[in-house]
Structure formats: structure tokens, C-alpha cells
């Protein structure tokens, strides 16, 4: 039986990168990625994709449940984003359009948008590991376990880059523009996951205050 799939924990709009001394534990970075939001349930045996609005992507993206059953190496629940990347390797941005024509009601087009616009699962956090809930936990320790669980698992899953420096975060808000990401988002170190709520900070790119 696939974990429960919680509601997502959201972000709040902010004008600028915040300052990590102001935060208990301090606060890491890292992209804000412009795709569909999903929490991946993998039991061993059932993968299930659910949307931020706690709807099934799971029959949308049949490239992804394949890899997922082959790749991921123990039961988890992980929250990340799908994500279409398009052009040549070492100069791909983000597709938005293309991922959106995913959703089709046609499963014969499903398919044939399976193998022509592959998505990709960018990890950001794990709920869960095995028999371990771990959304109690700090994300520090989330952090460290999702990236043990998943550091060397293959293409199309990945994890994303963080940083703990406010000044990269704030570089990353101009490099990023160019690839198709939509901001930075800030965590603090030391919170729970809490679904459904607004305890992390989004910078959106052109509207940040530096």
C-alpha cells in the first residue's frame, strides 16, 4: 500500500533573499523550478505522482512511474517537481508549454508525449524513508537523508542543489533568468514539514529587491 500523500508544504512571497541570522538553525537556498508540483509515493511495488492540488498526475507521466519503480531503492514519499527541459545538453531550459501539454485526456497522446517531451523529477524533500516518517523532522536531516537516499540515483531523477550562503542564492536569482527557473525558495534548517502550510520563502526572479 503506497504511503498517504499529504498536502504539500507551501511558500510565501517575499521581496528579497532573506537573512539566514534571523532564523533558528539558519535557512538554505536553492531553485525554485517552474514545473508541476508532485509528491511521489513509492512503496515497492505502487508508485503514485500527486499534484499540488491533490490530484493524480500518475497516468500523465508513465516515463516517470517506470523509473521510479526501477530506480528509486527503497520504499520513500518524496515532494519535488516535474519538470520538461528542452535544447541541446549544457544550454536545456525549461519548458513550461511542453509540460503542460502533458496533461491530455487521450492515452494513446500520453504515450506519444511520453517519448517525444520526457519529463524529468527534481527531489527537494523526503517525507518518508522505509518505515520512518519523516516529516517531524528538521529539514536538515531531511535534506541529509534525501540525498543519501538519492544522490546517485540516475537520470530522470535528481536532486536539487541547495546552498547555505544568501549571497549565491541571490547570484542565482540573476543566473537563473536565462534557463527558464522561476525564483529561489528558502527553507529554514531547522522546521518540520507542514503540509498545507506557508513556512518557506519564494524570490521570485524580477521581482526581488537586492
Known sequence: ????????????????????????GGLSYEPKWDGFRALVSWDGSDVEIGSRGAKPLTRYFPELVASFA???PEPCLIDGEVVVARG???AQRLD????????????????MLSQQTPAMFIAFDLLARGERDLQDAPFVERRAQ?????????????????????DRARRWLAEFEGAGLDGVVAKPLAQPYAP?????????IGRAHV
Open 1 to 24: 500500500m503506497p504511503y498517504e500523500i499529504p498536502a504539500p508544504m507551501l511558500a510565501k512571497a517575499v521581496p528579497q533573499v532573506p537573512d539566514p541570522a534571523k532564523y533558528d
Open 70 to 72: 526501477e530506480l528509486l
Open 88 to 90: 541541446e545538453a549544457g
Open 96 to 111: 513550461w508549454e511542453a509540460l503542460s501539454q502533458r496533461i491530455h485526456p487521450a492515452a494513446s497522446r500520453v504515450t
Open 146 to 166: 534525501l540525498v543519501d537516499l538519492l544522490g546517485s540515483v540516475a537520470h530522470p531523477v535528481h536532486v536539487t542543489r541547495t546552498t547555505d550562503d544568501p
Open 196 to 204: 498545507g502550510k506557508r513556512t518557506m520563502f519564494k524570490i521570485k
